[in-house]
């Protein structure tokens, strides 16, 4: 362990944080390519499966699979699929709701999560949250009805894609906890790729489309490339720093939908739009300051019942 990772208030190294906005950048990128496709026709089940079928080779070729046995090695094989289709349950749902929503909106949706594993952790992993935890979940809710508004005519079924995209990687993040003290990381970067690949290939045939253009061509096989690229990034970008130095700086992905939606798809967020993701970024920033808030108390605290004190506080 580095002297940075160590020491939770070091100054958090300018290279973790260029790695994290690149990194960003690359999923926005993704987000774009992808609501470009399936406005041109493309089936966002398809689209998905593209992008973690040239996810897997990558990683194969990335991690040298060929020497690499560890990669294979699974202590729970059924856990290891089920955390796959949950990742893969998350990018074609996001997909879905690109087709009617704006890049800003989904991006919004999607930072709910946060607050979503927190309120999971409790009865899935044991770590139950404070109440100021949980009334930030709640401050947190109010933005997502901020922005779809339900009964306002607003709400439509774009809006029900996000938020089940958003439930799907909350799930995801929570098995990938739990599993991470048993499971390899190249294992579980490896199997998160292999099982929707193959479970999905029956159905290729169904939803597949040849693209009608090079340009649709560059952006089909871009998916897996760019996907893979940024979490290369954000990999490198948490060895030199911790999560809760790093943790703002995801929320620059608002920024970069924003200007690709405008750009690509003449889109601007709403003011509703806007509000609710300023609620929506201050309370999972909250929870992410709360969190090491103690995380550095449970270090000093002088014995385990002060500990637990500090939790539920």
């Excluded at 990687?169 to 199997?191: P, Q």
């Excluded at 096989?221 to 999560?243: D, E, N, P, S, V």
């Amino acid at each position: 362990m580095t002297q940075q990772q160590s020491n939770p208030e070091a100054a958090t190294p300018t290279s973790a944080i260029l790695l994290v906005l690149c990194a960003c950048f690359s999923f926005a990128f993704l987000d774009a390519s992808a609501k470009y496709l399936v406005q041109q026709g493309m089936a966002a089940p398809f689209l998905a499966w593209m992008r973690f079928a040239i996810h897997l080779v990558l990683v194969m070729i990335l991690f040298r699979s060929w020497s690499n046995p560890a990669m294979f090695r699974a202590q729970s094989l059924p856990r290891q699929i089920v955390r796959g289709v949950f990742l893969f349950g998350s990018t074609v749902f996001n997909f879905l709701a690109l087709q009617t929503l704006q890049l800003a909106e989904t991006i919004s949706i999607y930072f709910f999560a946060p607050m979503v594993i927190t309120a999971l952790a409790g009865p899935l992993l044991g770590e139950w949250a404070g109440w100021r935890r949980w009334l930030a979940v709640l401050v947190g809710l109010l933005g997502v009805l901020v922005i779809t508004r339900p009964g306002l005519g607003t709400f439509g079924t774009g809006h029900v894609f996000a938020l089940m995209s958003m439930a799907s990687y909350s799930f995801y993040v929570i098995m990938t906890r739990h599993m991470g003290a048993t499971e390899t990381s190249a294992s579980l970067i490896f199997y998160s790729a292999l099982a929707p690949t193959v479970l999905m290939f029956p159905f290729v045939p169904l939803y597949g489309s040849m693209p009608q253009e090079p340009l649709h061509w560059v952006l089909l096989f871009g998916l897996g490339a760019i996907g893979a690229f940024g979490h290369y990034l954000l990999i490198r970008a948490y060895k030199q720093a911790t999560t809760t130095a790093l943790a703002p700086y995801p929320y620059s992905q608002m920024i970069w939908m924003i200007a690709l939606g405008y750009l690509v798809f003449s889109d601007l967020p709403d003011w509703w739009t806007l509000a609710g993701a300023g609620i929506i970024v201050s309370s999972g920033l909250y929870i992410v300051h709360r969190e090491h808030r103690l995380r550095l108390a449970s270090r000093t605290a002088p014995n385990s019942e002060t500990q637990e004190l500090a939790k539920k506080l």
